[in-house]
Nanobody, 125 residues
């Protein structure tokens, strides 16, 4: 089993920045592709960004150019650097991981095996 814990959320003004972290514990040697998803009130969970074990990344069009995803495999931690935040970025952000080590990116939530509890990001206008 793998446990994921997000941190770094908070309240920020539009145009500001936040850095989210996702720390993994447990059977971390088996962690594969990781991703960030978000869910705003009364909306479905949506894909934000994903990163494979080899560092290959893919970001949604809505955050491309503003967000950067990275990971430190030695620390079993993934990051999401969020710049130029907008009110529409307000959501609970979840990290997720797959159980097999791969160099493929995944954008669908059902393709992930483990999930964190989420961290709230609120962007005020």
């Amino acid at each position: 089993q793998v446990q994921l814990v997000e941190s770094g959320g908070g309240l920020v003004q539009a145009g500001g920045s936040l850095r989210l972290s996702c720390a993994a514990s447990g059977r971390t040697f088996s962690i594969g592709t990781m991703g960030w998803f978000r869910q705003a009130p009364e909306k479905e969970r949506e894909f934000v960004a994903t990163i494979a074990v080899n560092g290959r990344t893919y970001l949604s069009d809505s955050v491309k150019g503003r967000f950067t995803i990275s990971r430190d495999n030695a620390k079993s931690t993934m990051y999401l650097q969020m710049n130029n935040l907008k009110p529409e970025d307000t959501a609970v952000y979840y990290c997720a991981s797959r159980r097999f080590r791969e160099s493929i990116v995944y954008t669908q939530s059902q393709e992930y095996d483990y999930w964190g509890q989420g961290t709230q990001v609120t962007v005020s206008s």
